[in-house]
């Protein structure tokens, strides 16, 4: 018996694998402008510094929780931290690539519309550090935070001035977040097991952590969710008939499209039932 999160028996009509060769280009392509990108807009000391205490104000303002509070909690012991610190290096990137080698396997027309969504956060993040500088709340002494990483590491970033592999004064939105986010909800749709809500667990650790370790405010976060929802509102999985892929709709939907064909076969010496059923 098949488990209900192994793929679905392909589709007439379902989208195929893409190429490998091309979509590992495509991938790889991704990551570099997400790099590049951000290095470009490099700078802005001083402009980054006033916009974070203009954020910190107006989550005040709008009574947000304290990042302080999340803090306080992971400073209840060393390990807890380093956990925190780890988990902010080492999984933002591999957790990513993990989904979209998974579901280029597995639900190849999940994965075009995946990497799609993906690119389009992705473009659409690295323009508000051009518009919008932001340094992280370690970076603000008005906070009261410590930069966990460099106090008990393992730390990515070295100090601003000369770290030429990332931009540290582009905190909004959060990527970390908005990609979790995205695997989570890949995971949801393009599966059909009844545990796969837990992937909500991905992007809520990374929250915590995220706001935790000091790097992002929670405004980055929210506003990294309203990029995303826009995206996903305008970028839907398709199979090349243009339906939607069997897995995102709901077991009533499995039922009913199972019954159907059911149906289908048994009238099938009856022309005049089956072209009504269409």
Same mark, same amino acid.
């Given at each position: 018996m098949r488990s209900q999160s192994e793929p679905a028996a392909?589709?007439? =009509?379902?989208?195929?694998?893409?190429?490998? *060769?091309?979509? &590992?280009?495509?991938? !790889?392509?991704?990551?570099?402008?997400?790099?590049?990108?951000?290095?470009?807009?490099?700078?802005?000391? !001083?402009?980054?510094?006033h916009n974070a205490h203009r954020i910190w104000d107006l989550e005040r303002t709008l009574? &947000?929780? %304290?990042? *302080?509070?999340?803090? %306080? !909690?992971?400073? +209840? =012991?060393?390990?807890? *931290? +380093?956990?925190?610190? $780890?988990y902010y290096a080492t999984v933002h990137f591999p957790a990513t690539l993990a989904f979209l080698a998974w579901l280029y396997l597995r639900r190849p027309a999940h994965y075009v519309w995946a990497r799609r969504v993906l690119a389009v956060v992705t473009a659409a993040a690295l323009v508000l550090p051009?518009?919008?500088?932001? !340094?992280?709340?370690?970076?603000?002494?008005? $906070?009261?935070l410590v930069d $966990?990483?460099? *106090?008990?590491g393992p730390s990515v970033y070295g100090p601003p001035s000369s770290d030429h592999l990332s931009?540290?004064?582009?905190?909004?939105? /959060?990527l970390h977040f908005g990609w979790a986010l995205m695997v989570a909800i890949g995971l949801i749709v393009a599966t059909r097991s009844r545990r796969r809500w837990l992937w909500l667990l991905h992007p809520a650790i990374t &929250?915590?952590?995220?706001?935790? $370790?000091?790097? +992002?405010?929670?405004?980055d976060s929210i506003v990294a969710a309203a990029m995303l929802g826009a995206a996903l509102a305008l970028i839907r999985p398709r199979t090349s008939s243009g339906?939607?892929?069997? /897995?995102? =709709?709901?077991?009533?939907h499995h039922t009913a499209t199972t019954a159907g064909r059911g149906t289908r076969h048994l009238?099938?010496?009856?022309? /005049?039932?089956? =072209?009504a059923d269409r």
């Open positions: 392909a589709e007439p =009509g379902a989208i195929a694998r893409p190429p490998l *060769v091309r979509e &590992l280009l495509l991938v !790889a392509g991704l990551f570099l402008v997400y790099k590049s990108g951000r290095q470009l807009a490099t700078g802005h000391t !001083a402009e980054a510094l009574h &947000l929780p %304290s990042e *302080v509070g999340v803090q %306080s !909690a992971l400073l +209840h =012991g060393d390990t807890l *931290v +380093h956990l925190a610190n $780890t051009f518009t919008f500088p932001l !340094a992280p709340p370690r970076m603000l002494a008005a $906070t009261g $966990t990483a460099r *106090v008990y931009n540290q004064f582009a905190a909004m939105p /959060s &929250l915590l952590v995220i706001v935790g $370790t000091a790097n +992002h405010y929670w405004l339906g939607t892929p069997a /897995s995102l =709709g709901s077991p009533q009238v099938s010496g009856a022309p /005049s039932l089956v =072209g």
